[in-house]
DNA sequence: AATTTAATTGCAAACGTTTGCGGGAACGTT
DNA sequence: AACGTTCCCGCAAACGTTTGCAATTAAATT
């Protein structure tokens, strides 16, 4: 039903009897073209509903005005307001967006720039699959075109690289729960020493030495997953010890839920007894009671500002460039960490 | 950097000396060429890391591989599942896809229409902007390539629509609180007219009436926005009635927690004295205290249909059918419909 | 040895667009 | 009248690929 009656520059020049080349410098706005005759063109492809082939367009010019996007997973909230932030300005800038999700396998990771690589993407924006271990893929991608990492990074891969300031954001939380007197600070992180966990952890060192207190490594714990199942399970075992902690932090917004129902259940008062601290804002933070005190990560930013570079890569045709880029966070104190009433 | 080192056929015929046409169709397996040849061009194809412009090839088989898909909003957990849904099915069948926000802004959205047209890309899935009322460009475009609604549906759009049941889904919701015993049931609704809270109104009243419970107007209550702000205050509009409902069946699972908070914070218990059932099975619905009975909608299954069903239209280039795809629904019953402790 | 057949491969056109270059008409300048 | 400008416009090549058809070679048949 489609294919037959699509309007080209061919079909509008025969129409007018002029050339193809005329109707095409016509809608470009040529100078070279007679006002009449741009008049003309523009009312005749407007009539027969022209629009340009992008992939002659394209073709032709190398260029697809398309970047790819590749994401762990996209249903994780924060990772969408990344998106939102990267097509919102991707569009500001005429730039249409390819999202692909590796589900935190480094093979579907590797398939998919392949993929964006044969599509011909202008440039490539990458958060990385947890497992990340072979980096050729990417590598060879970074050799053909502009790629830029973001969220989740290596310094494996000598490129422009997003973040947020992951050290800084664990630092000011375990300070303000120091600030508030407590004194012995529980954290919960990942096993597998990720990116985003390590420099989260070092923020927590370092408010715990700025502050001279010592490292007690049993009231560090870890998880594979930091899911709300942990968070319980690593809730009870913080309680049933003989020296309780009176804060937790945990790296993640469901841990710490996962802590807050378990001292719930347990009748332990929050943030009297223990006070609570997560990490990434999730809308859940504000559902569970009491609600909980959290750094916002400003993931809207971070998609804008990881466009922007990629932007300029693909632009100017430089080397690449490998700095890292660290976008600040809030930290958002709710009850979780303070008597409001 | 990038351009200069692309290999293409022409270079790979070169190096070889053959002509273009058999690289081709070398690359392609076709039975025309001989083996030993084919393993040549295989063989320095992987050498130069040849990878095929699908510009040209698009650009010549008016085929792109690629489909794109407009939601309103990104960031709501349920449509993550939808993008999940289609993308995986999508990629299983070599399928690229291009993700579009239409932001609920119905000028938006037909912009998007717009470049995905541009964009040639295979067929599109759509799911309406909120406050659509001008269907011109969709109906435009339904006319040019295969276009299928999914959620967000108008009966105004001849098409394939794939949707939850939603009528069934209410119908169901509110079934279960009646045979629980409750005989006074409120409904939190939109106040706008929309497709799904129109649908989900109707299972409400099929419910009421098949029970022979008469339709009270005080407590069907509506709001622009059902929010879990909208719930709060919808909830204390309900207690403070002289004669309160003992339940609650709220369209959304934030409205729902909403009135959970009120109910909390007034102590009232929860179900005993009024129960509540929400629409979405969000992650929020089990953080809430008392876990939230509400209706599971299956994202990533509706994804996957409405991609199966506009693949067999991409395929068959037949005439457009308008039949709508009903997915079934999960209701899940928690603690704040039934006695749990 | 001459002819047919089969197996490989190359030629060239086509897809829709952009763009450097050249050409004709109209006008103004010597 | 001859020349130079300026203004419009068309020709044709190019982008990388696929594919119908023709061409070449080798093998098989007579």
């Known amino acids: 039903m489609s294919k037959k ?10 129409e007018l009897g002029v050339s193809i080349s005329t109707v095409s410098r016509a809608l470009s706005n040529h100078p070279d073209i007679s006002d009449e005759t741009k008049q003309r063109v523009n009312e005749t492809a407007k009539r027969l509903h022209y629009v340009p082939n992008l992939f002659a367009k394209g073709f032709r010019s190398h260029k697809t005005s398309t970047i790819g996007v590749i994401v762990p997973d996209i249903s994780h909230y924060f ?11 991707a ?10 999700e590796s ?33 050729d893929e990417i590598l060879n991608t970074l050799a053909i075109r502009p790629l830029i990492l973001f969220d989740k990074v290596s310094t494996k891969v000598p490129c422009t690289q997003v973040v947020i300031d992951e050290e800084d954001a664990a630092f000011r939380a ?36 700025t502050n001279n207190i010592e490292l007690d490594e049993s009231i560090v714990l870890s998880s594979e997953d930091i899911s709300m199942q942990q968070g319980k399970r690593l809730g009870t075992v913080l309680i049933s010890m003989k020296n309780r902690p009176d804060a937790v932090f945990a790296i993640t917004d469901s841990a710490a839920i996962g802590v807050i129902k378990t001292l719930n259940k347990n009748k332990i008062s929050i943030p009297s007894e223990i006070a609570v601290v997560g990490f990434s804002n999730n809308i859940s933070s ?26 300029e890569e693909i632009n100017n045709d430089t080397q690449i460039s490998n700095k890292t880029i660290e976008i600040k966070t809030n930290l958002i104190v709710r009850d979780s960490s303070f008597k409001s009433d």
């Open 103 to 135: 589900r935190n396998n480094e093979y579907k990771q590797a398939e998919m720039l392949q993929t964006m690589n044969q599509f011909g993407v202008d440039g490539i924006l990458l958060s990385l699959a947890r497992t990340t271990t072979n980096f």
């Open 5 to 14: 009656n699509i309007t080209t520059l061919k079909k509008i020049a025969t």
């Open 286 to 311: 504000i559902i569970i009671e009491p609600k909980l005190t959290t750094i916002d990560q400003p993931g809207n930013k971070i998609g804008e500002i990881a466009f922007r570079y990629l932007l």
């Open 79 to 89: 990772t969408s307001t990344l998106l939102k932030g990267i097509m919102q300005e």
């Open 174 to 209: 375990v300070q303000h729960l120091i600030q508030l007197g407590k004194k012995r600070i529980a954290i919960i992180k990942e096993t597998e020493k990720s990116f985003n966990s390590e420099m989260r952890y070092l923020g927590y060192l370092r408010a715990l030495k």
């Open 91 to 100: 569009e500001l800038n005429g730039y249409k967006v390819i999202v692909s």
